[in-house]
T-cell receptor, first 115, second 111 residues
Framework: DAGVIQSPRHEVTEMGQEVTLRCKPISGHDYLFWYRQTMMRGLELLIYFNNNVPIDDSGMPEDRFSAKMPNASFSTLKIQPSEPRDSAVYFC?????????????FGPGTRLTVL | RKEVEQDPGPFNVPEGATVAFNCTYS??????FFWYRQDCRKEPKLLMSVYSSGNEDGRFTAQLNRASQYISLLIRDSKLSDSATYLC????????????FGTGTRLLVSP
């Protein structure tokens, strides 16, 4: 059974460019989460969706970041324009919100470097 | 104050040692508690949930003290393969699904 799939795995871009990260959650999961991880700040929740609807985007750093979930099997996180301080590992995770179903399954992450 | 605080380590221990990690959380309304494990350059994975009565899974024992808002993880008979970063996790105050992660405690087990 496939886990959470993220693409690309690595992205190197120049400051000012648009970056789009993609995520396919585990089939049947109704929650999807986007996290950012850095050495200094650890793992931070950016936004999460329930049944494709954004529930909490309070972690999105600023207007340069946007996330969408057009259907149950696909989500994107976009950074436009990108800045060097956006360099981090971005994880997507999904979970099933049934009783007791709080375990979040993480994808392998996208390692973003903005030059 | 951070919502979840952990000693970053690293903890350097020999194989076979017993090691304990601690974590404190600030939100007294938190209801769910977990330990996740993250290997170098990999994604976090659930190690175990933490229950009020304490729970054990093989060599791993987790304890919760709600009064002190304190969570612990004990690893007995450490193996080389236990080397990883251990993340303390609690649910946030806006729903059970929103999790807050500590910055992790790094464990290095040597031969």
């Amino acid at each position: 059974d496939a886990g959470v799939i993220q693409s690309p795995r690595h992205e190197v871009t120049e400051m000012g460019q648009e970056v789009t990260l993609r995520c396919k959650p585990i089939s049947g999961h109704d929650y999807l989460f986007w996290y950012r991880q850095t050495m200094m700040r650890g793992l931070e929740l950016l936004i999460y969706f329930n049944n494709n609807v954004p529930i909490d985007d309070s972690g999105m750093p600023e207007d340069r970041f946007s996330a969408k979930m057009p259907n149950a099997s696909f989500s994107t996180l976009k950074i436009q324009p990108s800045e060097p301080r956006d360099s981090a590992v971005y994880f997507c995770a999904s979970s099933f919100g049934g009783a007791g179903g709080y375990e979040q399954f993480f994808g392998p992450g996208t390692r973003l470097t903005v030059l | 104050r951070k919502e979840v605080e952990q000693d970053p380590g690293p903890f350097n221990v020999p194989e076979g040692a017993t090691v304990a990690f601690n974590c404190t959380y600030s939100n007294s309304a938190s209801q769910s508690f977990f330990w996740y494990r993250q290997d170098c350059r990999k994604e976090p994975k659930l190690l175990m949930s933490v229950y009020s009565s304490g729970n054990e899974d093989g060599r791993f024992t987790a304890q919760l003290n709600r009064a002190s808002q304190y969570i612990s993880l004990l690893i007995r008979d450490s193996k080389l393969s236990d080397s990883a970063t251990y993340l303390c996790v609690v649910n946030g105050n806006t729903g059970f699904q929103k999790l807050v992660f500590g910055t992790g405690t790094r464990l290095l087990v040597s031969p």
